[in-house]
């Protein structure tokens, strides 16, 4: 779902199109609505699929981020992340 303007996406979201959207996977965002880390409301349709609603992810990245999203992805989700410190000792590269 790289650079799709979210004002595009339907009114009800899937799993796997909101993991899209936060950059993680769908279980991690499973276990987050499950856990109460990531607090979107979900609705049920058929079994266990979940559907959320599209202008409550909005705010929930806007929240989170500190951008406006409302035009498409901003600019500064589209930036290179920093790098993550990794554990244990570095690794060399190899030239």
Do not use: C, W
């Not at 276990?31 to 990531?38: F, L, T, V, W, Y």
């Not at 981020?65 to 990794?86: C, H, K, M, N, Y």
């Amino acid at each position: 779902m790289d650079h799709v303007a979210i004002q595009a996406l339907p009114d009800l979201l899937t799993t796997e199109e909101v993991a899209d959207l936060l950059r993680i996977a769908p279980k991690t965002l499973r276990r987050s609505i499950a856990d109460g880390s990531i607090p979107l409301r979900t609705a049920k349709a058929g079994g266990r699929r979940l559907l959320f609603r599209r202008t409550e992810v909005i705010s929930y990245i806007d929240e989170q981020f500190g951008v406006v999203t409302t035009a498409g992805i901003s600019e500064q989700l589209d930036s290179p992340t920093p790098a993550r410190r990794g554990r244990g000792r570095p690794r060399l590269q190899s030239s």
